[in-house]
């Protein structure tokens, strides 16, 4: 019998019909529309010590429903090795990391939340020091492979405590975005390997310029975002002009939530109090003059553009201290406690 040979040029052409049948039919899926309470939370900074108690009560009067409990883990750069309160270098002392980094002081974080009926998000996070975590990246496989073994350490030793605590939500990690493309494999495993650890809600915190390229939204429950888009350059934008700036991302937000049919939550987004605030929204090393009019200005945008999309399930403002005082450093400025912004999220989150 002579062999049968297919045609490649038939092959093409059922690839591309195939193709242009999947995008037909994510066109025609309906926009999602998210049908829970909005999320009104803040990213809460670690602080060294224990607070007080009553800490969180000026958040629960302000209508804040949620935090975000962020434990640090920690790398230098082009080290392959990954430590966190688990998992520390030889010879260092246990109280290296400080009190709201560790299980004991996450645990006793989401008490005093509890305490106010505030609802929990567990968000590890990774400081690169010598570099940025954006773009943590290895040469060679063995690099990859020791990093990633303490890597699946620190997230699913998370994850097994924010199972134990019955945390709400579980945010596997933040801002490895080049990490995640770079590797799609083990991410998607270490999702598999997490919901057998942790029975809740899961999402990831994506920077604002990688979240549409990621590979995994399909295994998550919510599409995380870090929202630090660019909106305006001038010194104090008006409202309108930021809200007319939202109108790209939000165009790209709504597509990425209709094709995977999931709200998108951002897990952080917040702006300093600072002169050109809505220009480079991710910047906090970069000179500052305060400017509280901007800051107030970038959130009623946010929520005026942002708020009433039906994809949208809420956020996590960056960020808000536990203690009293916390130290005159610029990157403080992104805090909106006891400035304009903190009265424009009253306002926001009573309604």
């Not at 480079?280 to 200005?297: G, R, V, Y």
Request: proline fraction near 8%.
């Amino acid at each position: 019998m002579s062999a049968i040979y297919p045609n490649p040029i038939s092959q093409l052409t059922c690839v591309a019909c195939l193709f242009i049948c999947l995008v037909a039919s994510c066109q025609h899926q309906p926009p999602y529309r998210h049908t829970g309470d909005p999320i009104r939370g803040v990213n809460l900074v670690a602080p060294p010590r224990k607070p007080a108690d009553t800490t969180l009560q000026a958040l629960k009067a302000l209508g804040g429903t949620w935090v975000a409990v962020v434990p640090y883990g920690f790398c230098r750069k082009d080290d392959p090795h990954f430590f966190w309160s688990g998992n520390r270098p030889p010879g260092e002392r246990r109280g290296g990391q400080w009190w709201g980094e560790t299980p004991e002081g996450v645990a006793e974080t989401v008490q005093m939340a509890r305490a106010q009926g505030l609802k929990v998000m567990l968000k590890p996070h990774v400081w690169m020091m010598g570099g940025s975590h954006l773009d943590l990246a290895f040469d060679k496989e063995a690099d990859w492979q020791t990093f990633e073994a303490d890597y699946r350490g620190y997230v699913l030793g998370h994850a097994r405590l924010a199972d134990s605590l019955k945390i709400d939500l579980f945010c596997i990690t933040t801002e490895l975005d080049k990490f995640a493309l770079a590797r799609p494999d083990f991410w998607k495993q270490l999702i598999i390997d997490v919901r057998k650890i942790y029975k809740g809600k899961l999402t990831y915190a994506a920077n604002w310029d990688r979240y549409d390229k990621l590979p995994f939204w399909s295994q998550l429950d919510y599409i995380g975002v870090d929202a630090y888009f660019p909106l305006s350059d001038d010194k104090t934008p008006s409202v309108k002009a930021m809200v007319r700036g939202w109108k790209k991302p939000i165009a790209e937000l709504a597509t990425l939530s209709t094709t995977y049919q999931k709200p998108i939550l951002f897990t952080e987004f917040g702006y300093r109090a600072c002169d050109r605030t809505a220009e480079k929204p991710w910047e906090s090393e970069t000179d500052c003059q305060p400017n509280m009019e901007a800051q107030a200005n970038a959130y009623t945008a946010l929520y005026e553009a942002v708020g009433p999309q039906p994809w949208f399930a809420g956020g996590f403002v960056w960020k808000w201290f536990m203690l009293e005082r916390h130290g005159p450093r610029e990157r403080d400025m992104y805090s909106p406690q006891g400035k304009p912004a903190g009265k424009v999220l009253q306002r926001t989150w009573s309604k």
